[in-house]
């Protein structure tokens, strides 16, 4: 009979009446993320950017008479453990702010609201040897054409203890959190105003212009990552998810540190 518990139940799906089934195929992400996201994303950085300075000083203050630590707060701050531990921070925030943005505001899943994918064995495997083949590139580049001028970077390797530091954030931390931003959030804004050529080509813009403070005036290495980030936004493009971008950096990022080792 029409309006009988059995035929709401059917024509519902077996959902209670009132209640619309979820859609089984969830949206893309340049459906999810709008040009509203990226103007509320650009107002929070400087918050961010601010309370991660002040919570790691924060914390060196706090701690530093249980440890015996030496240098005073002013010094500190020009440390590569003190740069690490705040670019940490800040990268917390950004993520926390994102997932807040995709669950609270956006009711979607936060990993496949930006992309991605579960990949196989081999699909991991490949994209691996792709981002060690581009660092391989990049190598190659820089003997052609080699460093004239130190640059921030070089810096940072002030000790076995940094350089380690420095490894496992450019492994553990900086491909994961910067795909995120740039392949993932950035990406999908910016296709869905403009088109996927132009998102390819902006966020890869991005990423280079990210790093200009590490390698400045070394624009060699600019270069560079302005290629490497080309080859990352045209792997998010052509496969549609934020997956291979992923692993492509850190693979690149992997031999690159490996690269670093062994010139220093």
């Known amino acids: 009979m029409p309006g009988s518990p059995e035929n709401l139940s059917t024509e519902t799906g077996g959902l209670p009446p009132g209640i619309s089934p979820q859609p089984s195929v969830l949206p893309l992400p340049r459906e999810i993320w709008t040009l ?3 103007l509320l994303f650009i107002a929070f950085i400087p918050f961010a950017y601010l309370a991660s300075d002040l919570l790691a000083l924060v914390s060196y203050v706090v701690v530093r008479p249980f ?5 005073t707060a002013e010094a500190a701050q020009k440390s590569t453990f003190f740069l690490l531990a705040m670019q940490c921070l800040f990268y917390i925030f950004v993520l926390g702010y994102l997932l807040l943005a995709a669950r609270v505001q956006h ?6 609201s930006l992309g991605w994918r579960r990949p196989s064995g081999r699909q991991v495997g490949g994209w691996l ?6 660092a391989v590139l990049a190598f190659l580049a820089l003997m052609i054409r080699p460093d004239s001028r130190s640059f ?6 002030s000790s076995r203890a940094a350089s380690l530091a420095i490894a496992v954030f450019a492994v553990g931390i900086a491909p994961v959190i910067e795909e995120v931003v740039f392949r993932g959030l950035l990406f999908a804004i910016c296709e869905a105003a403009v088109g996927l050529r132009f998102a390819t080509i902006v966020t890869a813009a991005l990423f280079a212009t990210l790093h200009i403070p590490e390698y400045w005036p070394a ?3 600019i270069v560079i990552i302005f290629v490497v980030g080309m080859v990352f936004s045209l792997a998010r493009g052509r496969s549609g998810a934020l997956t291979p971008s992923i692993f492509l950096h850190l693979g690149y990022n992997s031999l690159m540190i490996v690269g670093f080792f062994l010139a220093n």
């Open 36 to 38: 509203r996201d990226l």
């Open 67 to 71: 440890v015996g630590w030496r240098e």
């Open 107 to 112: 009711h979607q899943p936060f990993w496949r």
């Open 129 to 134: 040897v792709g981002g060690a083949g581009l």
């Open 152 to 157: 921030p970077l070089e810096g940072m390797f």
């Open 219 to 221: 624009w060699n290495h």
